[in-house]
């Protein structure tokens, strides 16, 4: 397997994902449906935006795989790197991006009301949604999902059991809180079990390629492609069982297909990568950007520039302000998280810069480890 091409596609995945889910936001947030522009743009991402969640998942669960495959995954040191690493890249540009969007609403005039008690220690902490940063669900599930993974790295090589003994008793979870068993079980909600086939994934795709690469990406759009115009709207707003059969399964078969077709020696283009490794910052920073955008130029983009440059002008405006945040927030202190905990070098050994890259191991796993994105 070609050891970069399959980190570039990992990012190129994460790229497509968040730019899907900051347009759908775009066009829902906005007035549009006046003219033609409008109404195709508005009806395509209402469809089909709230994708790039699944795809998400599903990557986030491959990334996982490929850490916990690291030989020196079982080292405490090893675990409190991913742990750290992991709150050092969220936190801070979640408070950020939450008090810029804070800033704005306050900033509306009352058009958008500021809801002061949402600022709690549960939602500061992602324990719980902050309806006053809405994306902030999705980072709810994924803290939960990496301190699972924290704690199988203590495991070493039975971190795998681990794992699929968690992935048991967690779709257990999701099947009784289904049926009423589980109420306030925030976790369990069905589209969390969209990180299972990640791992799944990222474990076989380490060792073998799926055949039909190009098949398995073709029948997983034409899932999307029909269910999202049937049911887009309706799948959007869900985190059901019906969303993570139709839209997990085709986010699945994209990321398999991708996955095998990269090591098959196909390359994303640069600029998807380079969307991909801003992707965390633009999923943060696009809420309160576009409303930035929206309460200054919206009127005057959308009725006397048109509604297409007004989408252009605030993807503009976002993608700006992401590779500000990834350029001068993500990027350093990830790297400087990733310099604590390291593991203490074996006798006659030198210390690596990283645990990670101190020993030879299989392409996926070791490239997606060296990023931990």
């Known amino acids: 397997m070609n050891l970069r091409s399959k980190s570039l596609s990992i990012q190129a995945l994460r790229g497509i994902a968040a730019t899907l889910v900051?347009?759908?936001?775009?066009?829902?947030v906005s007035s549009f449906g006046k003219n033609q522009w409008g109404a195709t743009a508005y009806n395509f991402f209402l469809h089909f935006g709230a994708f790039g969640v699944d795809i998400f998942f599903v990557v986030s669960g491959v990334i996982i795989a490929g850490l916990l495959q690291q030989e020196n995954a079982g080292h405490p040191f090893y675990s409190l790197q991913f742990l750290m690493?992991?709150?050092?890249?969220?936190?801070?540009?979640?408070?950020?991006?939450?008090?810029?969007?804070?800033?704005?609403?306050l900033s509306s005039g009352g058009l958008y009301p500021v809801d002061f008690s949402q600022l709690t220690p549960k939602t500061l902490g992602l324990v719980t949604?902050?309806?006053?940063?809405?994306?902030?669900?999705?980072?709810?599930?994924?803290?939960?999902f990496y301190l699972v993974a924290g704690l199988a790295m203590l495991f070493g090589r039975r971190s795998g059991a681990v794992i699929a003994v968690w992935g048991v008793?967690?779709?257990?979870?999701?099947?009784?809180?289904?049926?009423?068993?589980?109420?306030?079980?925030?976790?369990?909600?069905?589209?969390?079990?969209?990180?299972?086939?990640?791992?799944?994934?990222?474990?076989v795709a380490s060792r073998r390629s799926l055949p039909f690469p190009r098949v398995c990406i073709v029948l997983g759009c034409v899932i999307?492609?029909?269910a999202g115009y049937y049911a887009g709207p309706m799948l959007g707003t869900t985190t059901g069982l019906l969303r993570l059969a139709i839209y997990g399964t085709a986010a699945s078969l994209i990321v398999w297909g991708a996955l095998s077709l990269e090591g098959a020696g196909s390359r994303p283009a640069k600029w998807v990568t380079f969307l991909g490794d801003i992707s965390y910052s633009t999923y943060m920073w696009h809420w309160p950007t576009m409303i930035a955008v929206s309460l200054l130029f919206g009127a005057w983009l959308s009725h006397s520039a048109g509604v297409l440059s007004?989408?252009?002008?605030?993807?503009?405006?976002?993608?700006m302000v992401s590779w500000a945040s990834y350029r001068w927030i993500e990027r350093?202190?990830?790297?400087?998280?990733?310099?604590?905990?390291?593991?203490?070098?074996?006798?006659?050994?030198?210390?690596?810069?990283?645990?990670?890259?101190?020993?030879?191991?299989?392409?996926?796993s070791e490239r997606l480890a060296i990023r931990q994105t």
Do not use: D
């Open 310 to 319: 007004y989408i252009v002008t605030t993807g503009v405006c976002v993608l």
């Open 332 to 364: 350093p202190s990830t790297r400087w998280a990733g310099g604590l905990f390291k593991r203490p070098p074996r006798s006659g050994q030198m210390a690596a810069s990283s645990p990670v890259a101190a020993v030879p191991l299989p392409a996926l």
């Open 129 to 144: 949604t902050n309806f006053l940063h809405p994306v902030s669900w999705t980072l709810c599930f994924e803290i939960q």
């Open 224 to 226: 999307v492609a029909v």
């Open 22 to 28: 900051v347009f759908l936001h775009i066009c829902t």
């Open 85 to 105: 690493r992991r709150f050092v890249r969220i936190y801070p540009i979640y408070w950020l991006s939450l008090g810029a969007t804070i800033v704005v609403l």
């Open 169 to 203: 008793a967690h779709i257990v979870a999701v099947t009784a809180a289904e049926r009423g068993w589980g109420h306030g079980l925030y976790f369990a909600a069905p589209i969390t079990v969209e990180f299972l086939p990640g791992l799944l994934i990222g474990y």
